[in-house]
């Protein structure tokens, strides 16, 4: 697979990542065995996408554990991106960008992950009550000690996922001045935030930022929560506990309007032959959004992490991407 550079280009990985969180229960948590999203993270690797994203919130530490026990045996094949920043505090999600907690958390991941170092340590929110280098000097503490060897942002913003809280969208949404102010204490290698073929525009400052200063760009959600893949049926419903279920664009009538994006996807994909995806020509053209993304879509799934991994093969054309640039703005905020 293609190799793409993180940060100073001193760290490389896969064109394609795997997101990780889904293997916590995020989306149809019913479905999930530890089996199959053992299975998928050997499938990834072996397939090259190698950069596996994951968070200590997710589960919380299920996640974390579970590929702990894939990493025992192949951290050389690995490059870990994980995240600290957010905690449960009871029903709550609160930010917590405390230096102590930072180091705190740091070192819990490392046991649970099995691991002598972090490849990749993103904040995973910013926390108000705390100036942003304070959290950042500390993280970059933590590079000086060994146990990371880069640093970066999540930058999604408040409601985008499961770490949404109580606090609104001032705990969450780092911006391009929080990234200014953090570069001037440490380098920032990678920022993650959403991109996709239904959310062109959701990083419409974070991705020239990214592309001006060498940092990495990781696309959260490049499928749409899955409504991307052309598999979720208008109207059949979701788990409650399945994060779409409270998403407006997975109402029954924004899931019927929004078809009209598939097709578009389904329609390139045609021109590609016969065995390319809607799911590939959407992981496709965020690949195309510049030498820096690296989509990471998650799945607990091994033959969809192998189909998404094969997008790193298909390459648009200056049609498809004029076609794709045209598709209507999706139903639902």
Request: proline share 6%; aromatic share 6%; charged share 20%.
């Amino acid at each position: 697979m293609e190799r793409r550079s993180i940060g100073a280009g001193a760290l490389t990985v896969g064109a394609v990542g795997l997101g990780c969180m889904p293997m916590s229960g995020a989306y149809a948590p019913s479905r999930k065995r530890r089996e199959d999203s053992l299975d998928t993270l050997h499938t990834a690797l072996d397939l090259g996408a190698n950069l596996l994203d994951t968070a200590d919130l997710y589960g919380p530490y299920t996640n974390e554990l579970l590929l702990g026990r894939v990493l025992r045996e192949r951290r050389s094949d690995a490059f870990v991106s994980a995240k600290a920043g957010l905690r449960a505090d009871g029903v709550h999600v609160v930010a917590d960008g405390r230096p102590g907690y930072l180091r705190r958390a740091c070192d819990a991941s490392l046991r649970r992950l099995r691991t002598d170092v972090i490849d990749l340590y993103q904040l995973h929110r910013v926390d108000p009550d705390v100036p942003v280098e304070e959290s950042w000097g500390a993280m970059a503490e933590l590079v000086g000690a060994g146990k990371v060897r880069a640093l970066g942002f999540c930058a999604l913003g408040a409601g985008a996922g499961p770490g949404a809280g109580p606090r609104g969208d001032r705990a969450y949404a780092a911006t391009v001045r929080h990234l200014e102010r953090a570069q001037q204490v440490f380098p920032v290698s990678a920022v993650q935030a959403e991109l996709s073929v239904w959310s062109p525009q959701a990083a419409w400052r974070l991705l020239p930022w990214c592309a001006a200063r060498g940092v990495g760009f990781l696309a959260a959600m490049p499928l749409g929560s899955g409504f991307l893949t052309g598999t979720l049926v208008p109207g059949e419903g979701f788990e409650p506990e399945d994060v779409r279920a409270r998403h407006p664009r997975f109402t029954a009538y924004a899931m019927a309007a929004n078809q009209v994006l598939v097709a578009g996807l389904r329609r390139v994909a045609r021109r590609h032959g016969a065995e390319v995806t809607a799911a590939q020509v959407a992981l496709a053209w965020v690949l195309a959004q510049g030498p820096q993304v690296v989509p990471v879509p998650g799945t607990g799934q091994a033959h969809r992490a192998a189909e998404n991994a094969r997008a790193a093969e298909v390459r648009l054309t200056a049609e498809d991407l004029v076609e794709l640039s045209e598709l209507p703005v999706p139903m639902g905020a």
